[in-house]
């Protein structure tokens, strides 16, 4: 039997792809509220096929728990915070997490932790503890990858990466996780598996920043960014991401300040690409006021944000450029922006619409902060508006761009 400790965007995913393909799973988390509801039937996020996947999982037996079971394989999935002041790791749910399983488990156990954490973090605080406990545990990093809005795919077809201290403990995880996956898993040590892991959201998040500081560049001598990204990426060794109204989510705009701040002379490059990246959002507002002088618009609460999530079609809002940009906003003394989002239910912040229509009404300007769905199959509401398109995605004519 497997239990998944943490039953978050990334827990939830996994133990409910585990038991869907057979394997005997129990769901812990220390939430009893959000265990209350798995236990009711119903999801705690939304995201494509996950709703399927849990009636599967549910008729397969998963179950849901606040308690810590006694096993021989764990998977740990809970969060990692990161300090926003020193930019470095906060593994206290993690060292939490792992001291409480070896209470719980049996003596020569697996403990596989899934949660992104900053290379060394399992030497420097996880060891400790186990050797600390006394028992002898197999210990595993096998970091996640899954992209939320994709995320069930992605769990099936993604390549993943095992680090293990023991080969063959690697490979007997690896059949684990072959219950499902049908990427290729390759196995490691741990540290390797630790870098991978942000090495690849640093990737990301340099590129996007290399975007956002073409479109600096293009908007200031009056050149297309989009035509000219268009273009460079026909070249067979060019792949360039796409500017936007900043990073959001909990990977890409938090991973590579891990490298930040563990070797801050050293991570020049990635330094530099997150403080643009976090600029970014102060950038649109930059823009919101230039496009607000050009149309004679004076008066800011007729400015409405399209979008509050951090990206499209999900509905986490962590770290999203629109709570960033209005962050920014209040610091300068401004009274909120309008915002609107169709996937977000519940008030977040202070001026918010839960309809679109009457968001539309009391607007001139309107910036579309996020491309969901929603906003490209209603473009004939916005005639007539005055157009902020932080992601080239509106055909109307008169658009304006970052
Ligand atoms: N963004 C841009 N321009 C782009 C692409 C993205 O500005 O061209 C912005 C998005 O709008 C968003 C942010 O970047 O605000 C991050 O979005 P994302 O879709 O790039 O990535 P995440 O954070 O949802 O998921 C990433 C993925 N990592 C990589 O692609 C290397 C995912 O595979 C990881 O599992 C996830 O981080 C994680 O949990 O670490």
């Given at each position: 039997m497997i239990n998944v400790i943490g039953l978050g965007y990334i827990g939830l995913p996994t133990a409910l792809m585990l038991s869907s393909h057979g394997v005997e799973v129990i769901g812990t988390d220390y939430n009893k509220e959000l265990v209350d509801t798995l236990r009711a039937g119903k999801t705690t996020f939304k995201e494509k096929g996950l709703e399927e996947l849990f009636n599967q999982a549910v008729r397969q037996g998963i179950r849901f728990t606040t308690q810590y079971q006694k096993t021989d394989t764990y998977i740990v999935s809970v969060p990692t915070p990161y300090d926003?002041?020193?930019?470095?790791?906060?593994p206290g749910y993690v060292i939490k997490a792992v001291r409480t399983v070896l209470e719980h488990c049996t003596d020569g156990a697996t403990v596989i932790i899934e949660s992104t954490i900053s290379p060394g973090t399992i030497d420097k605080s996880v060891r400790p503890v186990i050797a600390e406990s006394g028992k002898a545990v197999n210990l595993v990093h096998a970091p996640e990858r899954i992209i939320p809005g994709n995320m069930v795919y992605e769990l099936l077809h993604n390549n993943r990466t095992i680090g293990a201290d023991d080969r063959a403990v690697g490979e007997r995880v690896k059949a684990l996780y072959s219950s499902f996956c049908q990427g290729e898993i390759v196995v490691t040590d741990i540290r390797t598996a630790e870098m991978t892991k942000v090495v690849e959201n640093t990737f990301r998040a340099v590129n996007i920043a290399f975007a956002n500081e073409l479109a600096r560049i293009c908007r200031h001598d009056g050149m297309d960014v989009y035509e000219i990204i268009r273009i460079c990426n026909m070249h067979p060794r060019v792949n360039i991401l796409q500017p936007g109204p900043g990073v959001g989510g909990h990977c890409i705009s938090v991973d590579p300040w891990f490298l930040v701040g563990d070797y801050p002379s050293l991570a020049k490059v990635i330094d530099e690409s997150m403080k643009t990246n976090d600029s970014q959002p102060a950038y649109v507002l930059n823009r919101i006021h230039e496009i607000m002088k050009e149309n004679g618009l004076?008066?800011?609460?007729r400015v409405g944000l399209y979008g509050l999530t951090y990206k499209e079609n999900v509905d986490d809002v962590r770290e999203s450029p629109t709570l960033q940009l209005l962050e920014c906003q209040e610091r300068h003394l401004a009274e909120p922006l309008k915002v609107y989002d169709p996937?977000?239910?519940?008030?977040?912040?202070?001026?918010?619409?839960?309809?679109f229509d009457a968001f539309l009404e009391d607007v001139d300007l309107v910036v579309i902060m996020v491309k969901h769905d929603q906003i490209r199959q209603n473009w004939?509401?916005?005639?007539?508006k005055v157009i902020l398109d932080c992601h080239n995605i509106c055909p109307l004519p008169g658009t304006y761009h970052i």
């Open positions: 926003k002041f020193s930019k470095k790791v906060d004076g008066d800011t609460r996937l977000i239910g519940k008030d977040i912040v202070p001026d918010q619409y839960h309809d004939d509401k916005l005639r007539g």
